[in-house]
Structures are given as C-alpha cells and as structure tokens.
Nanobody, 114 residues
C-alpha cells in the first residue's frame, strides 16, 4: 500500500502562488510516474499534471503555463508549483501513483479568493 502525504495548500489571492508537496512512502519511488489531481466541490476529480520516472511532464490545458510539476527522487517527493492562481483552481489537491490506482491521500485544500 502506498502512503501519500500532501501539504502546502491554503488561501491565495487571484494571481498568487502556492507550492504543494507530497511525500510518498511504501514503495520504491524512483521507477514510478507521479501525478497531481484535484477535485472541486460538486465536480469529478481531474488530472492536473503528471511526471514520468524520467522527468517528462504533461499538463491539463487549464493549468498549462501556470503550474509546474517536479520530483525529488532522493526525498520521495513530488511537488506542484502553482502560479497565477485563479478562483477556478479552488479544489482539494491530491498526489497519486497511477500504478496504484486505489491509493489516495487526504489531499490538501487550495482556495483562491480575494
């Protein structure tokens, strides 16, 4: 079983920035792709960004150019730098190991509001 511990959420103003972090345990981190997802109230969980084991990244169109996913393999950590935040980015954010589809953390709340 994979343990995922997300942190870094909070309240940000439109145009502001937040940096989310996720520490992963229970697996050997390096070989696995990692992803960030989010779920807004009343909406389905959606994929935000993904990073392959080799570092290749992909993003949802809605966050492209504003969010950056990265990983630090020797710390079993995946990060999500979020810039130019918008109210529509408000959601609970989750990191995820796609190879372990049933394992999710508690998530971290991001609220973008003036």
């Amino acid at each position: 079983q994979v343990q995922l511990d997300e942190s870094g959420g909070g309240l940000a103003q439109p145009g502001g920035s937040l940096r989310l972090s996720c520490v992963v345990s229970g697996i050997i981190f390096r070989p696995y792709a990692m992803s960030w997802h989010r779920q807004a109230p009343g909406k389905q969980r959606e994929l935000v960004a993904m990073i392959a084991s080799g570092g290749a990244t992909s993003y949802a169109d809605s966050v492209k150019g504003r969010f950056t996913i990265s990983r630090v393999n020797n710390k079993n950590t995946v990060n999500l730098q979020m810039n130019d935040l918008r109210p529509e980015d408000t959601a609970v954010y989750y990191c995820h190991v796609p190879s372990y589809p049933r394992d999710w953390g508690q998530g971290t709340q991001v609220t973008v509001s003036s």
